[in-house]
């Protein structure tokens, strides 16, 4: 059953989850972003962040419980839900692993920042609760990047991040943000966030592209002139050279809406089968590579 087509359950809008999560059951344990801070963002943006008393999450738990025969998976919201207090979400997952026997896979957005002051043993404690999946944004592995970005954390946090979530015993699926290096830094974009997924080792790699809407911060400085959006063709030849780059074996997915190609492949072996596919949309940019306005939608 889809859960979130006949929801039961009430929720401090706006609500995101990743779109492999489209079929969870999304349960707000936190509410908006502990860090909020990122200039290419404005997903949270108008709430402040709070924990939920784990006792109102666990009575949310049996009103779906009630409600769905069959929950295939469960996603923890919102940003950085990982953030909290580690014996309080050990105490949430738990009860939802008893609730939901049947559900295969419990997530949570997790960012490098908040996971870097968790111990191995929160983390591992986390995964034996029944913490499934970890998503984390990179964004980009280039400092500079970063840094304009106000992710918060550099790529030395980022790997180290990663070595403590897969060092538990957590899948790892990492978000890149295509586009982000703009027009005048995209080389080093590609190069370095493949050098650093090189070192991240993650199990899923989830590209998106950047897309600049009113109200998100790096929307503002594009409109004075402070950030050069990059174009179709730039955002794929820095798709091609990451491509090119990475040296890891993980799943490869463009599966958002913001991607002009929905890459899907396993790395190494397919390697050459999306380069394929992005030499074809640098072909043909007319047709596969219209402004973002065009393709957002």
Known sequence: MDCNVFPVLKYEEPLYRPPCEAGSLILQVTLGCPHNQCL????YKMKKYRVRDPEEVKADLRKARLAYRHVESIFLADGNTVAMNSHKLEEIIRYARRLFPEARRISSYGGARFLRGKSPEALKR???AGLDVIYLGLESGD???LRRMRKGVDSTGM????RKVREAGITLS?????GLGGEDRWKEHAENTARVLNRMEPDYIRPRTLYLMPGIPLYEEARRGLFREASGETVMRELRLMLERLEVEAWFLCDHVSNYLPL???LPED???MLEMVDFALAHREEYLAPRHLTHL
Do not use: P
Not at 40 to 43: E, H, L, N, S
């Open 40 to 43: 290419f963002c404005g997903m």
């Open 126 to 128: 986390l995964r034996e």
């Open 143 to 145: 400092d500079e990047i």
């Open 159 to 162: 790997i180290e991040a990663a």
């Open 174 to 178: 990492v978000y890149v943000l295509l």
């Open 264 to 266: 899907y492949g396993k």
């Open 271 to 273: 390697r050459e089968k």
